[in-house]
């Protein structure tokens, strides 16, 4: 997967736990951190915006914040679902668990868009410090 671009034609629910680590660390101004239980935590100003592991096998689930919009249509789609724990307390997150309906390449752009939705929630004084406010 590529930053802010769209990952490459591929065999489907083919993104890696790499690809995806890969693909975060090419956003603006984030931070990777391992804990809840081996999940791969991305952030941005210290605040989450994308969320990968908890499955059995090479390919992750990956957790996303999307708008309410997005989320009304998302989890009502095969391969994606409310996110655990998040969803339940009233917060507008997806868990893609397979690219039946949302394939590597639209993945990108929900994490892109992710990055945004939270990145435009912080302070603006963080923001400015983070080069996010252009």
């Known amino acids: ?41 991305w952030k941005v100003g210290g605040k989450v915006f994308a969320i990968a592991g908890w499955t059995e096998g090479e390919r992750p689930a990956v957790t996303f914040k999307v708008s309410e919009l997005a989320y009304e249509i998302l989890r009502e789609q095969p391969g994606c679902r409310p996110a655990p724990y998040l969803a339940s307390r009233g917060m507008t997150w997806i868990q893609r668990v397979s690219s039946e309906s949302v394939d590597d390449a639209a993945l990108a752009d929900y994490l892109v868009e992710s990055h945004r939705l939270v990145a435009r929630k912080l302070p603006k004084k963080t923001q400015q410090a983070l080069g996010l406010d252009r």
Do not use: S
Request: proline letters at 7%; one cysteine or more; aromatic letters at 8%.
């Open 1 to 41: 997967m590529r930053p802010c671009g769209r990952a490459p034609a591929r065999e489907e629910n083919a993104l890696t736990l790499d690809e995806y680590n890969r693909f975060c660390a090419g956003l603006p101004a984030t931070t990777h951190v391992v804990q809840w239980g081996g999940a791969h935590v």
